[in-house]
């Protein structure tokens, strides 16, 4: 059996991976999945600001590839986009996806306790992340989902790539 993916598969992978499930335009609290990027930011900054996200749950400890704590950046960057203090909570320890939703528990429960439904902001294809969050957190019911393309190496990691062939299964894609 090969990991390679021909052209034609390629539609099919990209909507399996795909997460997004946007909010309806009402307040929800929103949870940021770690990484050194910063559009969930800003993507969570602007919904602040339009009363679609009272309470921003922000994630990420240490990056592994350059050091930053995730958690505190995103507490930074929201504050700078004019986001008040009150508005935000973070974790800033953990290591990986799992983490990054075991130790939000209690952010996720502040603000499901408070009457607000849950949208999670994640890289386009971070369909993991949605389902440790439903995994670890079954009580949070439906929720939504904002995505992002993020940046690597100066190129987008689009929802549609131009290839030249066949792709591996095999790369590290985080």
């Not at 539609?11 to 909010?23: H, I, K, R, W």
């Not at 974790?91 to 849950?118: C, H, K, M, Y």
Request: net charge negative; charged share 20%; aromatic share 6%.
């Amino acid at each position: 059996m090969s990991d390679d993916i021909d052209d034609e598969q390629i539609p099919a992978v990209t909507a399996f991976v795909d997460t997004a499930a946007p909010p309806p335009d009402k307040p929800t609290a929103h949870l940021i999945f770690g990484t050194y990027q910063t559009q969930p930011a800003e993507i969570a900054a602007e919904r602040y600001h339009r009363g679609l996200a009272p309470l921003i749950i922000a994630t990420g400890g240490v990056n592994r590839h350059n050091g930053v704590i995730e958690g505190t950046m995103f507490h930074r960057l929201l504050l700078e986009r004019d986001v008040p203090d009150a508005a935000i909570r973070y974790e800033d320890r953990s290591a990986n996806t799992w983490q990054n939703v075991e130790f939000a528990l209690p952010l996720l429960r502040e603000a499901l306790e408070s009457g607000l439904t849950i949208t999670a902001i994640c890289k386009w294809y971070h369909r993991r992340a949605v389902h440790i969050l439903k995994t670890l957190a079954p009580e949070i019911g439906a929720l939504h989902v904002i995505t992002w393309d993020p940046i690597y190496a100066g190129q987008p990691g689009s929802r549609s790539p131009v290839l030249t062939g066949p792709i591996s299964l095999t790369a590290d894609a985080e």
